[in-house]
């Protein structure tokens, strides 16, 4: 049975490096790569950090229903394809997802079992801190980032868990820790206990 973790976090707060560290440490998961009509930012990879298609062909899919989620965000579309949940199924293998708190609310409407964590920077300081680091957006960008960051943050009682990304090393090992404790949640692993029992004739 595959668990979908849903991963959102406001654009900084060091999401994509921990899912990133997830992917590579826990086996058995598969990053879901989102479809996305922005441009390639620095060293993206088609296919890889993103599938990048234009806004016509984004919403030639819309029109046919392939989304399970979806979502425009600066002006630019993002949204997840049904196929990849298929293709995890097939791998016998976990999905992982990096979506917004949009994608995220609708996810969880399609797929209410999934498991969803949100990662917060520990201040509007740090955050700030961060997005000025990366080197990518312009003044004007980084402000609508932040404003952005303050809507986002409002909707953390909507999520299983909230991991405060205080430091690297700790929110790895604590993020593994909710995948690797959902794995083995009662009411996942149902079809594995019952030969076990059998074994013992209960």
């Keep these: 049975m595959t668990t979908v973790f849903i991963v959102s976090a406001p654009s900084g707060s060091g999401k994509s490096t921990l899912v990133a560290r997830l992917l590579a440490s826990v086996p058995g998961l ?6 996305t009509t922005r441009r390639p930012r620095g060293h993206e990879v088609d296919g890889q950090s993103y599938h990048f298609v ?3 062909d984004f919403e030639a899919m819309l029109a046919r229903d392939e989304f399970l989620e979806w979502a425009e965000v600066f002006g630019n579309y ?3 394809h049904r196929g990849i949940l298929e293709s995890a199924r097939d791998r016998d293998s976990d999905l992982v997802l990096d979506i917004d708190v ?4 609708q996810l969880k409407e399609r797929i209410p079992e999934a498991v ?3 990662i917060l920077a520990p201040s509007r300081q740090i955050l700030e801190q961060r997005l000025r680091a990366r080197g990518e957006d312009r ?7 932040l404003r952005e960051a303050a809507e986002e943050i409002r909707n953390y009682k909507a999520y299983d868990y909230v991991l405060i990304n205080r430091e690297l090393a700790e929110s790895d090992a604590v993020l593994s820790a909710i995948v690797r404790a959902e794995r083995v949640r009662r009411t996942r692993i149902e079809d594995q206990i019952r030969p076990i029992l059998d074994t013992f004739q209960v």
Excluded: L, P
């Excluded at 598969?30 to 479809?35: A, E, R």
């Excluded at 003044?139 to 980032?145: F, L, S």
């Design 30 to 35: 598969m990053f879901s790569v989102s479809y």
């Design 54 to 56: 234009t806004r016509e």
């Design 78 to 80: 993002y949204g997840t």
């Design 102 to 105: 949009q994608g995220a609310r």
């Design 116 to 118: 969803t964590v949100f």
């Design 139 to 145: 003044e004007d960008v980084i402000e609508r980032r």
